[in-house]
């Protein structure tokens, strides 16, 4: 068991416990992150100037920027104290993130933005070796279920405040947001630096440069998880637009939705990952999720044209069969990052299996909206064929390509 683990003696003050810590700075970062997200858009189209394409366009270079940048911040953590690191990516955040108070023109947004999101996807990978650093076996996945619970919660409370700033619509108010998320990755670093030193696991090994781009197994798993994750922007893009347009159902279902959505994430996220610090139950839980999200695409496009009382039946079944399928993946996702990454090269291993993430971030958007409103019903059935045959694929590519390293003593969780 590692020390950092929340299973401490009791001279350990409850504040100072390592996921006690994690998961209040994560929830408070987490509120000024979803303000500026809320904001985002309305801000830089209405008051820093810059059009709509141009928006789209910086955060889609910023994107690939920051997928790009990854695994070499993340192997920063590997190579150096993961806390430590840490903290510098957080107080570079902040400062990046005050920046878009003077993005008024293009190459001043896709510069600020870039940075921002070189900082975010590998302060991601570093903090995701810093969680393992600090936990082992079920522990690891329990904490990072736990943070992303907090995570949600913040978000959505961020949003309302977003929310608030977006009805009085002035610069002062956008100002406030942006600041308000750089005052939060402050606070966050002033919490990671009462956490314990996390060991450098790679110290006293030789380690190969960037040992994870080497790794096709693991290459295979990143992409099957990118393309589950196509399903990302159902609840917060296809479905408003869908219910709104082809459905007899108020245009307050959506928001609805979305907010139940929010509820059973938060009160289920840490039964879902029970079991899946075990690779094998990671894969079939990521068999699952597909299947689970892929029937709540079906159930979406069932709500067109049927009377009012029917279909928001058949959309509240939706929402709970694609909700469980959400915890699933995110889950099964969680236990096979950690689990077949080697403990030296975490931060580095984190970094990698974000690519697939990222790139869904990147492509989903306009695929979902090609599927669900450009084609209709056809579309939810292909967005469901991918998500179920992407995650079906999971248990088989780790029975086949993972056959000898499952129990490799540097993998996480070997095979029963």
Not at 394 to 415: C, H, N
Request: with cysteine; aromatic share 8%.
């Amino acid at each position: 068991m590692s020390a950092g683990t929340d299973l401490v003696p009791s001279t350990v003050a409850p504040w100072r416990r390592p996921l006690t810590l994690l998961s209040a700075a994560t929830l408070l970062n987490s509120v000024g992150t979803g303000a500026w997200l809320t904001v985002q858009a309305v801000y830089l189209v209405r008051s820093a100037g810059l059009s709509p394409d141009q928006v789209g366009l910086g955060l889609a270079l910023s994107g690939l920027v920051g997928m790009v940048a990854a695994a070499p911040v993340g192997r920063l953590a590997d190579r150096h104290n993961a806390r430590r690191v840490t903290i510098w990516v957080l107080c570079l955040e902040a400062l990046a993130t005050a920046l878009f108070l003077f993005a008024h023109n293009f190459w001043l947004f896709l510069g600020i933005t870039s940075a921002v999101m070189v900082l975010e996807r590998g302060g991601s990978a570093v903090r995701g070796a810093m969680l393992a650093g600090l936990f082992q076996g079920a522990e690891r996945v329990r904490a990072r279920a736990a943070v992303r619970r907090a995570f949600n919660l913040g978000a959505a409370a961020g949003a309302g405040l977003g929310a608030l700033a977006l009805n009085e619509a002035t610069p002062r108010t956008y100002a406030v947001c942006i600041l308000l998320n750089a005052a939060t990755y402050v606070v966050a670093a002033v919490l990671n630096l009462l956490m314990p030193a996390v060991k450098t696991a790679s110290a006293s090994r030789e380690r190969t440069k960037m040992k994870a781009l080497r790794d096709r197994p693991f290459w295979a798993m990143t992409v099957l998880n990118g393309l589950v994750t196509l399903h990302y922007p159902v609840l917060t893009l296809a479905l408003p637009l869908w219910l709104t347009q082809q459905t007899g159902l108020p245009r307050w279902a959506s928001g609805a939705a979305f907010a139940l959505n929010t509820v059973l994430v938060a009160a289920l996220q840490l039964r879902a990952a029970k079991g899946t610090e075990d690779v094998t139950v990671a894969a079939r839980r990521m068999r699952h999720a597909g299947f689970a999200v892929g029937a709540g695409c079906l159930l979406f496009a069932a709500t067109a044209s049927v009377p009012l009382l029917p279909g928001a039946l058949v959309l509240l079944l939706a929402l709970v069969v694609y909700t469980v399928g959400e915890l699933w993946h995110s889950a099964g996702a969680s236990g096979l990052a950690f689990g077949l990454a080697p403990d030296s090269d975490q931060g580095e291993y984190q970094g990698i299996f974000g690519i697939g993430t990222s790139l869904a971030q990147i492509l989903a958007p306009p695929l979902v909206l090609l599927c669900a409103m450009r084609w209709g019903v056809p579309g939810w059935f292909l967005l469901a064929a991918i998500t179920t045959l992407s995650g079906a694929a999971v248990p088989v590519v780790l029975r086949t390509m993972y056959r000898e390293r499952l129990t490799d003593p540097q993998i996480g969780s070997p095979a029963p």
